[in-house]
T-cell receptor, first 116, second 114 residues
Framework: EPEVTQTPSHQVTQMGQEVILRCVPI?????FYWYRQILGQKVEFLVS????????KSEIFDDQFSVERPDGSNFTLKIRSTKLEDSAMYFC??????????????FGPGTRLTVT | GENVEQHPSTLSVQEGDSAVIKCTYS??????FPWYKQELGKRPQLIID?????GEKKDQRIAVTLNKTAKHFSLHITETQPEDSAVYFC?????????????FGSGTRLQVQP
């Protein structure tokens, strides 16, 4: 069964540094998402991406964040200047279509970001 | 925006008993309600979902009920087994217009005692 993949699995960075988290969504999916989960807390929506542009973003997704689909397969989340509070597990998810009755959001395994 | 409340935060049951987890949502535009199971350190995995045109859906030991009028939906697990132990999250989204991203509840840690 196809899966969403994410790299790296764990990223440690110093406060103020830029990080890029990478995701490869399932190949025939059209909607792409980034969520984050601070340790022990619920999953929170960051941004969704469809047709090569951001379709929705949450209040968490401020100017420090950006997303890109640089080629036909990768979907990246960039944090320009990391803060301690950015430490979390970041999940990528993809969805084939909202209008397919069997469709669901498939989550990747996550990237654990630790900001020191 | 959407707000999803989930209760209880922890639930401990004996193996073979039933478990019920409840969620409420605030946005009447929401019409898609999935439930995810998350084991420690793993990704959330969909276990069942329901769309607003039905009131109940069942898949073996798992069932979900939806009350659109009350903006309330519940997960029912029967004949619980130790491998059901995990954190369960409910979520809500609108498939049509507006917010198509999932808004998650705060999670329920289910512990099934053998």
């Amino acid at each position: 069964e196809p899966e969403v993949t994410q790299t790296p699995s764990h990223q440690v960075t110093q406060m103020g540094q830029e990080v890029i988290l990478r995701c490869v969504p399932i190949s025939n999916h059209l909607y792409f998402y980034w969520y984050r989960q601070i340790l022990g807390q619920k999953v929170e929506f960051l941004v969704s991406f469809y047709n090569n542009e951001i379709s929705e973003k949450s209040e968490i997704f401020d100017d420090q964040f950006s997303v890109e689909r640089p080629d036909g397969s990768n979907f990246t989340l960039k944090i320009r200047s990391t803060k301690l509070e950015d430490s979390a597990m970041y999940f990528c998810a993809s969805l084939r279509s909202w209008f397919d009755r069997g469709s669901e959001q498939y989550f990747g395994p996550g990237t654990r970001l630790t900001v020191t | 925006g959407e707000n999803v409340e989930q209760h209880p935060s922890t639930l401990s049951v004996q193996e073979g008993d039933s478990a019920v987890i409840k969620c409420t949502y605030s946005d009447s535009a929401s019409n898609y309600f999935p439930w995810y199971k998350q084991e420690l350190g793993k990704r959330p995995q969909l276990i069942i979902d329901i769309r607003s045109n039905v009131g109940e859906k069942k898949d073996q030991r798992i069932a979900v009920t939806l009350n659109k009028t009350a903006k309330h939906f519940s997960l029912h697990i029967t004949e619980t087994q130790p491998e059901d132990s995990a954190v369960y999250f409910c979520a809500a989204a609108s498939m049509d217009t507006g917010r198509r991203a999932l808004t998650f509840g705060s999670g329920t840690r289910l512990q099934v005692q053998p």
